[in-house]
């Protein structure tokens, strides 16, 4: 499973959102500016708030958009 933690406006969420879609990824969107819960979960993996973050099966994160790091947790 894989998430995109993200807030509304941010060119870094969109460019991630982007990329996971031209790869035919599946994921979830989680709108931190839109629920407390995942705020704080977006918190408790990266312990930061920086957006976007993007997690690969719950542990597994990458922050901003490192396509590198993605490809390769993705197993691209």
Partial sequence: ?????????????????????????????HNIEHSEAD??????????LTVPVTTVNGRDFVVSFDKEKLDALLGL
């Fill in 1 to 29: 499973m894989v998430k995109v933690y993200s807030i509304t406006k941010c060119p870094w969420c969109d460019k991630v959102k982007k990329y996971l879609k031209s790869r035919q990824v599946e994921f979830e969107e």
């Fill in 39 to 48: 705020k704080a979960e977006c918190l408790r993996i990266s312990g930061d």
